[in-house]
């Protein structure tokens, strides 16, 4: 549940000031595929925390990225299909993970609702704070 509200403070956080009936329609993100989150819970979490806020109803695009590895030993960088922590090329197990592990934002899609509902809705906006 932590990563989903995180998510949805960055995204309450990045409506700009003067829109004031923007919501949020999309959130696109990049998850490393050993990054132990899972696709499916993280959208039904956003899913829930989201209700009431004005990123309610927005997409979460959830793109997953390999792991990459880099051997430390020789240089050879490949991409981890699965836990076998050593170099492929010369068998050492000094490695770094270049990518995989990560959960990025990469970009969030703003809408302005500039028309004219009567209902009285307010979203809550006190929930901008940075992390
Ligand atoms: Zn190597």
Known sequence: M??????????????????RRARVARVNLTVGKLS??????????FEVA??????????????????????NACGHQWTIEEPAFSCPHCNSGDITLISGRELDIRSIEI???????TDAEQPDRGRGRSL
């Open 2 to 19: 932590g990563i989903a509200l995180q998510v949805i403070e960055i995204a309450v956080a990045s409506i700009p000031e003067d829109l």
């Open 36 to 45: 132990a989150v899972v696709s499916e819970s993280l959208r039904f979490c």
């Open 50 to 71: 989201s209700r009431e806020t004005p990123v309610e109803g927005a997409e979460l695009v959830i793109e997953e990225v390999d792991v990459v590895a880099r051997c």
């Open 111 to 117: 809408e302005d609702e500039t028309n004219d509902t």
